[in-house]
C-alpha cells in the first residue's frame, strides 16, 4: 500500500533533518516529534493486521498521531529549526499521508445501508 511508502519516506527525511535541532531540546520536543511519527507508523502497521472495528480504531489512533506531527513541525517551523522551503517539503508529504489515511478510513468504516 502507498501510504506505508509514504510514510518510510517521510520518516526517512524526518531523522536526519531532525538531528540539527537545538540539543538543548532533543530529550524534549525532538523526542516527541520522533515519537508520534513513530507511534504513526506503528498504528498503521496495527491497523493492516486487523480488520472491522479494530482497524478503524487504529486508524483513529494514526490520525491522532499525524495531528500531533503536524503541531511538532509547526513549532519547528516557528521557533526557525526548519526553514521555508524544509516546512513547504514535509508539509506535502503530511498532507499527502494524511489523505491516503483518509481514504483508509473511508473504505473501511461500515457501509449504512439506509438511503437518508
Known amino acids: 500500500m502507498p501510504i506505508f511508502t509514504k510514510t518510510a519516506d517521510f520518516l526517512g527525511w524526518l531523522v536526519p533533518?531532525?538531528?540539527?535541532?537545538p540539543k538543548l531540546h532533543r530529550h524534549t520536543i525532538t523526542r516527541r516529534l520522533m515519537e508520534a511519527a513513530l507511534d504513526f507508523q506503528e498504528s498503521l502497521l496495527e491497523a493492516n493486521f486487523r480488520r472491522g472495528a479494530e482497524r478503524l480504531k487504529n486508524l483513529e489512533?494514526?490520525?491522532?498521531f499525524l495531528s500531533k506531527v503536524r503541531l511538532y513541525l509547526r513549532l519547528a517551523y516557528n521557533w526557525k529549526w526548519i526553514n521555508m522551503g524544509q516546512y513547504e517539503h514535509?508539509?506535502?508529504?503530511?498532507?499527502e499521508l494524511g489523505r491516503l489515511l483518509g481514504g483508509w478510513k473511508r473504505v473501511t468504516q461500515p457501509r449504512n445501508n439506509f438511503i437518508k
Do not use: P, R
Open 17 to 21: 533533518c531532525s538531528n540539527h535541532f
Open 90 to 95: 514535509v508539509g506535502k508529504m503530511v498532507a
Open 61 to 64: 489512533d494514526a490520525d491522532l
